[in-house]
């Protein structure tokens, strides 16, 4: 079994095939898809389309790159969607200081605040990081310090790690999965190679983050769900087990985190 653990299927450019990437997942033995949210619009339109297909599930939140957006009456919004059992996390949420498409104040601010809404509602996390590797571990494990006390609180999942094998195993240890994107394909994938190869199975996740990213076969071209067994057969590669077992494992960990209702 496979599962795609972060895509954007709702996004303009599958509008044209919406259905026929979903049955090609499906015939490609992708049992899920969790599409993730990236603005309040965005949120909503990803339930709703998660309401429409049975192996489909959303998250809700705001992306770093539109955190100078986010306002009170958003988070609002976003509590009221997550009400839905087919909402799973809060996110994407994050850093992003590569781009830097809102300020690092208002990023930092949307951050914590939707970090707070994720333990009112009960939610694991979806994190974006990039180019702010110590920002936003010092923020997620101030974050877990504070919460101690909040019962059994499920952490969340460093999405598209690219950081190294040292940094992911400090994640691990404050609670964190982390998942492998089509990047762990490339051949400058480099330090990832190390993460596939050393980070424990039972905390591993693989993604797509479709239509981007697309694994090394298809690069350049638009990514979708049914690639995610390109990379799972990577991490099996490096690891010198059958595509099957890492397979096998990152679903039943997704399933776990996100408490899908599924077997």
């Known amino acids: ?9 709702d996004l303009p450019t599958f509008d044209r095939d919406r259905e026929q990437v979903f049955a090609r997942a499906r015939q490609g033995g992708v049992r899920v898809v ?5 603005d ?3 949120s909503r339109a990803s339930l709703e389309m998660a309401k429409q297909y049975d192996d489909v599930f959303t998250t809700v ?10 306002q009170d009456d958003d988070l609002k919004v976003l509590g009221e969607l997550a009400q839905d059992d087919r909402v799973v996390a809060m996110g994407e949420i994050g850093l992003d200081f590569y781009r830097n498409l809102s300020s690092r104040k ?15 509602l009960g939610l694991p996390v979806v994190v974006h990081c990039r180019q702010a590797q110590q920002e936003v571990f010092d923020i997620l494990s101030g974050w877990v310090r504070s919460t101690l006390s909040v019962g059994r609180l499920r952490r969340g999942v460093i999405h598209c790690f690219s ?4 940094l992911a195993l400090r994640y691990i240890e404050i609670g964190f999965y982390i998942s492998l994107a089509g990047s762990v394909t490339y051949p400058s994938a480099g330090e990832l190679l190390e993460v596939a190869r050393e980070i424990p199975l039972d905390r ?24 995610v067994a390109l990379i799972a057969e990577k991490v099996a590669q490096v690891r010198q087990v059958p ?14 985190l996100f408490r899908l209702p599924i077997r």
């Not at 079994?1 to 299927?9: E, G, Q, R, V």
């Not at 969790?34 to 990236?38: E, H, K, P, Q, V």
């Not at 208002?106 to 009112?120: C, G, M, N, T």
């Open 204 to 227: 591993l996740l693989l993604e797509t983050d479709a239509p981007f990213l697309a694994p090394q076969a298809y690069r350049g071209k638009r990514n979708e769900p049914s690639y």
């Open 243 to 256: 595509r099957e077992v890492v397979a096998e494992a990152a679903a039943k960990n997704t399933i776990s």
């Open 163 to 166: 950081a190294d094998i040292e």
């Open 40 to 42: 309040a619009k965005s």
């Open 106 to 120: 208002s990023q930092e601010e949307a951050f914590k605040k939707q970090l707070d809404l994720a333990v009112e």
């Open 34 to 38: 969790i599409n993730i949210g990236l």
């Open 1 to 9: 079994m496979l599962i795609d653990s972060h895509a954007h299927i």
């Open 61 to 70: 939140g705001f992306h770093p790159h539109q955190a100078s957006e986010l």
